[in-house]
Nanobody, 122 residues
Framework: QVQLVESGGGLVQPGGSLRLSCKAS????????MDWYRQAPGKQRELVAA???????NYADSVKGRFTISRNNAENTVYLQMNSLKPEDTAVYYC????????????????WGQGTQVTVSS
């Protein structure tokens, strides 16, 4: 069984910063891409940032220059450093990872975390 557990959300004033973490655990053989998505009320879930196992990154235009995605492969953890936060960044943030399980089939599946609320408000 594979689990992704996020942490680090909360309430912050505009212009403030937050750091989200997402740790994978369970029967892990290899973790490929790790991504952060977000979903605001009444809107579709959107990709915020992605990072490959080798460290290549890409970002949504709306967060470029403000958010930084990073990962620690030894700790099976991905981070999202969010700076200069705006009210429009308010959403539930979800971690997603492409994981090959440590099972005989070594199958590749995509897993989601439970989500963490980020609220940017004065």
């Amino acid at each position: 069984q594979v689990q992704l557990v996020e942490s680090g959300g909360g309430l912050v004033q505009p212009g403030g910063s937050l750091r989200l973490s997402c740790k994978a655990s369970g029967s892990l053989f290899s973790i490929n891409d790790m991504d952060w998505y977000r979903q605001a009320p009444g809107k579709q879930r959107e990709l915020v940032a992605a990072i490959s196992r080798g460290g290549s990154t890409n970002y949504a235009d709306s967060v470029k220059g403000r958010f930084t995605i990073s990962r620690n492969n030894a700790e099976n953890t991905v981070y999202l450093q969010m700076n200069s936060l705006k009210p429009e960044d308010t959403a539930v943030y979800y971690c997603n990872a492409a994981i090959i399980s440590d099972t005989p089939l070594r199958s590749l599946n995509y897993y989601w975390g439970q989500g963490t609320q980020v609220t940017v408000s004065s």
